[in-house]
Structure formats: structure tokens, C-alpha cells
């Protein structure tokens, strides 16, 4: 387990260096949250990153340069460790000026810096993402499989969607998983 305040620095450098490169990243999951609150509620195994993914190249050089340069490709993009610290980053596309991520709800990823991390904003995706993602997790993990901080993460992201926000996107998951399903006959 990282401390928080390494978590933070990382956070920090990472997306001060990015900024300065022109590379736009996002918080995602378990921090994203947090910056949405603008307060750290637990501590966090890993730090979960989008990027855009046009920048992926000069993402990945901003990543060496900070000692995280060794890479394993997962199906969704990669993970990378340094000093015991874990970033597990995903790509975003850019669609008519918006980022996103394929198959979810427009706006996930804003341009804005929604997010406050002990006092230093950052972009984070958005709740509808967040949420959107934990259906996805209901769907491949039985639910006696989690763990607390994933209850915490889902009440959370709950708390700050009303009831149609929440049917909206259950809806859109639904033909989603629909519309994968049938290319796959």
C-alpha cells in the first residue's frame, strides 16, 4: 500500500509535467472520487489514469521520465510501477471535441478540472463514467467478491446521481452489452 502523500506527490508531478507537454489525463476510479469530493476518503492501491490517446507516445516518454518505464499491456491499456507505486492507465478518445471512452456516455472525461486534490485541481472523469464503469464491474464480478472500498466507491458515486441519471445510464449499458453481444455472432 502507497501512502497517501506519496500517491499525492505523484499525482502532483504527473500532471504538472503533463500540462507543460500538452497531454491531457484524467483521474479515474478510486482518486477520481476523491478529487470530486476535494477530500482523500481512503487510502488507494494504485493510481488509475486516462490519457488522451493521440498523446500516447509522449505520455508514455512523460512516464519514463519519472521512472516508470517499464510497462505490462493489459486488454484495456497499461500498467506501469515505480518505487512500489502502481499506474494503471487506459486511453480516451477524442469525438468532436469531447474525450470519452468507447461505449460510454458522453462527457466522460471533461476538458475542465473538476477535481480538487488537497488544494491542487485536476481533471477527473465524471460521475456518469464512474457509474457506468461499476455496472460493468456487476456484471463480471458477483458482488460477495468485492471488497468494502468497492461498496464505499459505488455509494459514493451513487450519492451524486439522481434516480433518472442512474436509469439513463443503466439503460445505455444495456444496449451497450446488447450491441457487443450481437457483433460477436
Not at 512516464?63 to 506501469?80: K, P
Request: glycine share 8%; proline share 2%; net charge negative.
Amino acid at each position: 500500500m502507497n501512502t497517501i502523500s506519496q500517491c499525492v506527490t505523484v499525482i502532483r508531478t504527473l500532471f504538472d509535467e503533463a500540462e507543460r507537454r500538452g497531454i491531457l489525463l484524467w483521474l479515474e476510479n478510486g482518486w477520481a472520487i476523491d478529487a470530486r469530493l476535494g477530500s482523500i476518503t481512503r487510502e488507494h492501491e494504485d493510481i488509475d489514469i486516462a490519457f488522451a490517446s493521440d498523446k500516447k507516445a509522449a505520455y508514455r516518454e512523460l512516464l519514463a521520465t519519472m521512472g516508470f518505464n517499464r510497462h505490462e499491456v493489459t486488454d484495456y491499456g497499461f500498467l506501469s510501477r515505480h518505487n512500489g507505486l502502481l499506474l494503471d492507465s487506459e486511453p480516451c478518445f477524442e469525438t468532436n471535441g469531447e474525450y470519452g471512452f468507447e461505449n460510454f456516455p458522453g462527457g466522460s472525461c471533461p476538458i475542465e478540472k473538476q477535481g480538487v486534490i488537497e488544494g491542487y485541481n485536476v481533471r477527473c472523469v465524471s460521475w456518469e463514467a464512474m457509474y457506468f464503469e461499476f455496472l460493468g464491474y456487476l456484471d463480471e464480478i458477483p458482488r460477495e467478491q468485492w471488497r468494502e472500498k468497492d461498496f464505499q466507491s459505488l455509494r459514493l458515486i451513487e450519492a451524486h446521481l439522481n434516480q433518472d441519471q442512474k436509469q439513463l445510464l443503466k439503460d445505455l449499458h444495456t444496449r451497450t452489452i446488447y450491441v457487443m453481444d450481437d457483433t460477436r455472432c
